[in-house]
Nanobody, 126 residues
Framework: QVQLVESGGDSVQAGGSLRLSCSVS?????????LSWFRQTPENEREGVAT???????VYADSVKGRFTISKDKDKKILYLQMNSLKPEDSGMYYC???????????????????WGQGTLVTVSS
């Protein structure tokens, strides 16, 4: 059973916006303390973009602060990533991830996250 399913990736022009969604299974929602977005390109390793935890804490990568917003809908069990003022360097495969650590530890200890989605592709052209 797939626990995390991303959607919303698309090709957009620089300056545009996208909203990514991650549908989370009920089981994963219940046992996870943090939900996160990561991205990866063929040239770079997977990097943390944004994360939010059960205490309401959130962390953003410096490169997306002020442009991206992470949020979650607990009734629908969906994690969102609103991306504004997109830049070509925001292009990549975006992954949703779930884990039991606090938001402040997710980026550093991403290898300890419990579950990952299959990804959704974002392409930003200049």
């Amino acid at each position: 059973q797939v626990q995390l399913v991303e959607s919303g990736g698309d090709s957009v022009q620089a300056g545009g916006s996208l909203r990514l969604s991650c549908s989370v299974s009920e089981d994963t929602w219940k046992k996870s303390f943090s939900l996160s977005w990561f991205r990866q390109t063929p040239e770079n390793e997977r990097e943390g973009v944004a994360t939010i935890d059960g205490d309401g804490a959130w962390v953003y990568a410096d490169s997306v602060k002020g442009r991206f917003t992470i949020s979650k809908d607990k009734d629908k069990k969906i994690l969102y990533l609103q991306m504004n003022s997109l830049k070509p360097e925001d292009s990549g495969m975006y992954y949703c991830a779930a884990g039991r650590m606090s938001a402040f530890r997710v980026f550093q200890f991403r290898d300890r996250l419990d579950e990952w989605g299959q990804g959704t592709l974002v392409t930003v052209s200049s």
